[in-house]
């Protein structure tokens, strides 16, 4: 399980190995993914709180990455975090997500990317329930549930 001490040495020192990689030109993502698609996985937007595709669907089943397909998380760790987004308190396996230092807006955060592909899925936060603490908050856009 991972914990609030494991992400910020990710960030800071070195991330998990990815199970493979996937790389494309800004060209061939721009014709691969939708416009709102593009913009939150290569561009690092957000989507609108609450108007999102997964913010209040707990249905069963696995969130993979919408640009690479790579298993990110699993529906049982999926929670209402009344945050406006998706909220997870695990990634599926250690290796599937990316931590990166996120300064921008002014605050200090940790950004999640998918480690196969370096989409841009959201950021993770340390107040999440327990037993971890985490709070994987994700962008519906960069995600679909299979």
């Known amino acids: 399980m991972l914990r609030w001490i494991d992400v910020l040495k990710f960030a800071k020192y070195s991330n998990p190995e990815p199970p493979r990689r996937v790389e494309k030109s800004e060209a061939e993502w721009q014709a691969y993914l939708t416009p709102a698609q593009f913009r939150v996985l290569r561009q690092k937007g957000t989507e609108s709180p609450y108007r999102n595709a997964y913010c209040r669907?707990?249905?069963?089943?696995v969130y993979a990455c919408r640009g690479c397909g790579s298993l990110l998380f699993n529906s049982s760790e999926k929670y209402h975090a009344i945050s406006g987004w998706p909220?997870?308190?695990?990634?599926?396996?250690?290796?599937v997500i990316k931590y990166a230092f996120d300064e921008s807006f002014n605050m200090q955060r940790i950004e999640a990317l998918c480690n196969v592909c370096d989409g841009h899925l959201g950021h993770v936060f340390p107040d999440g329930p327990e037993p971890s603490g985490l709070r994987y908050c994700m962008n519906s856009e960069s995600m679909i549930r299979q």
């Open 87 to 95: 909220s997870f308190t695990q990634p599926l396996a250690k290796n």
């Open 57 to 61: 669907s707990y249905e069963p089943g």
